[in-house]
């Protein structure tokens, strides 16, 4: 009897089969040569589950039936999961389409990541975006987030949906914190909320203009999300607004329905002026129209942000609308960015597309419901050090060296021509 052999054409699969992880394979691997069904011991054949299953990036990252029909990366909380309505396609370009563009032989022993924000000096251009109900993720919620900040040296946004208080937020020590801010239809109870930020030590306001109506949030639907027991809005307690009554559908959705004033414009920019010191930064910006009136309004900034791609589906990912936004607005005023930064590489692309600086929520809340504040403590850490690390191999000492000649972007490769050095 003849032996069988391999055809040599099976040799590349074999090949690729070894040296690939097991979650890259599916989406070019032909069925019959996936790995066999995974069985959990002690389950029924009905409780089995195929490797793919298993794997949320199958879902994510596998391709179009379309040929014609491009991929789209997601800056959703899992990979697998949409966070808004039936599309999950947030924008053409991520972070990871931009590619660094280094510069050799530089000293760089020594490496400068201080900056300022509205005047005040931080040590690095990362700060925490504000992200509400943080006690849901770990019983210290705000209070540990606020002191790892502080720790970092950095700047903490408390949500206006927080479950602690402007006020016991700033029981916790020294630090810089920003407030941002929801609009509610009775003004009187804003105007007392932002003197009360004031008075607490708060050095800015974050106003959020992106919400006049919620986002429809499927899984909060499906759920019927509301907060759990002894949970409270904790800036409104005392004004019959500090509760999220349960629902047939979200209990958030009702809450922003019934309380958020949807005729917010841009002359309540200039209203907020009138009653507060404090500089306002407009968070929700990613076209070059509404810089331009950011500008024109008496900003002190701008927030480029999507809402954590939980409110319209198709809008580009932050990234990829910061350019825009920071060649409109002319250096008259900084440019931060907010959303989908998860590593210090992320960072360094932000600043080289003309951001003075990011602002990071989803990790912050993982790293605080897995380990609190020393979850907070470092993850604020490790995005430091990785960031520092780009600078370094990137040729960069100083913030300052971080220029648009050290990356390369897509529009780049579709006919923006290369920077002359």
């Avoid at 690729?16 to 995974?38: A, G, K």
């Avoid at 924000?117 to 251009?125: D, E, F």
């Avoid at 009775?186 to 007392?192: C, I």
């Avoid at 009138?274 to 309004?297: N, Q, Y």
């Amino acid at each position: 009897m003849r032996s069988r052999s391999l055809p040599l054409s099976a040799i590349p699969w074999l090949l690729y089969i070894t040296c690939t992880p097991h979650h890259s394979l599916p989406f070019v691997l032909p069925s019959r040569l996936r790995p066999p069904l995974r069985v959990v011991k002690g389950s029924s054949l009905l409780a089995r589950q195929s490797w793919r299953r298993r794997s949320p990036m199958y879902r994510s990252t596998r391709p179009s039936r379309s040929r014609s029909f491009p991929r789209w990366p997601t800056t959703t909380t899992h990979p697998g999961r949409r966070t808004s309505g039936p599309s999950r396609r947030t924008g053409r370009h991520s972070p990871g389409s931009c590619k660094f563009r280094p510069r050799i032989l530089i000293d760089v022993s020594t490496i400068d990541m201080t900056t300022s924000v509205l005047g005040m000096k931080i040590s690095m251009p990362i700060m925490i975006s504000p992200t509400a109900f943080q006690k849901m993720a770990h019983p210290e919620g705000e209070y540990a987030t606020a002191r790892a900040a502080s720790a970092a040296g950095t700047v903490m946004t408390l949500s206006s949906w927080a479950t602690s208080s402007v006020e016991e937020v700033a029981s916790t020590g020294p630090g810089i914190r920003f407030f941002q801010l929801y609009v509610y239809k009775d003004r009187k109870v804003v105007e007392q909320l932002v003197r009360r930020a004031e008075k607490a030590g708060f050095k800015a306001i974050a106003l959020t203009v992106d919400t006049p109506r919620l986002g429809r949030r499927e899984a909060d639907i499906k759920n019927r999300f509301v907060l759990p027991p002894g949970l409270t809005l904790k800036n409104f307690e005392g004004l019959n607004l500090g509760t999220m009554d349960q629902a047939n559908d979200s209990g958030l959705a009702s809450y922003v329905a019934g309380q958020i004033d949807r005729t917010l414009s841009w002359k309540d920019v200039k209203w907020l002026q009138s009653i507060t010191t404090m500089p306002i930064l407009v968070k929700g910006v990613i076209t070059a129209e509404d810089a331009r009136l950011a500008v024109h309004s008496g900003a002190a900034g701008i927030i480029v942000s999507n809402h954590g791609a939980r409110q319209l589906d198709y809008v580009p990912a932050t990234i990829s609308a910061l350019e825009e936004v920071v060649t409109a607005a002319q250096g008259r005023i900084p440019v931060y960015l907010d959303g989908g930064v998860r590593r210090g590489t992320d960072v360094f692309k932000a600043l080289a597309l003309g951001a003075s600086g990011v602002f990071i929520g989803r990790p912050v809340v993982f790293a605080l419901a897995a380990e609190g504040e020393a979850g907070v403590r470092n993850v604020l850490r490790m995005m430091r050090e990785e960031f520092e690390l780009t600078m370094a191999l990137g040729g960069c000492t100083k913030l300052s060296d971080i220029t648009r000649n050290h990356i390369f972007t897509e529009g780049d490769r579709l006919g923006r021509p290369l920077p002359r050095m």
